[in-house]
Nanobody, 120 residues
Framework: QVHLVESGGGLVQPGGSLRLSCAAS????????IGWFRQDPGKPVGVVYI???????AYEDSVKGRFTLSRDNAKNTVYLQMNNLKPEDTAVYYC??????????????WGPGTQVTVSS
């Protein structure tokens, strides 16, 4: 059974860092497109960072130079390192896996999400 679980969210002050983890079971993450998405209340889900099965990456402009996606194949886990966090980064963060692309509807498997709150 395909399963994704995020962890690592929490409350952090502006300028701080968090590392989100996304552990997969039932399939091999490296065979799929992996996406990190986020959603503010009342807003649609938006892309944060994408890694293609071919190693290509894409990310939302506001996270350039601050967020990095990495993976540990042995643990079947991907990470989103988030540095210099800003209040506007506050959202529920989701990891997803699927056939890929830049849009949430192109991802078949989703975790339940983890809350990130950036506030002083």
């Amino acid at each position: 059974q395909v399963h994704l679980v995020e962890s690592g969210g929490g409350l952090v002050q502006p300028g701080g860092s968090l590392r989100l983890s996304c552990a997969a079971s039932g399939f091999t993450l490296d065979d799929y497109y992996i996406g990190w998405f986020r959603q503010d209340p009342g807003k649609p889900v938006g892309v944060v960072y994408i890694r293609g099965s071919d190693g290509s990456t894409a990310y939302e402009d506001s996270v350039k130079g601050r967020f990095t996606l990495s993976r540990d194949n042995a643990k079947n886990t991907v990470y989103l390192q988030m540095n210099n966090l800003k209040p506007e980064d506050t959202a529920v963060y989701y990891c997803a896996a699927g056939s890929g692309g830049l849009y949430p509807e192109e991802y078949e498997h989703w975790g339940p999400g983890t809350q990130v709150t950036v506030s002083s």
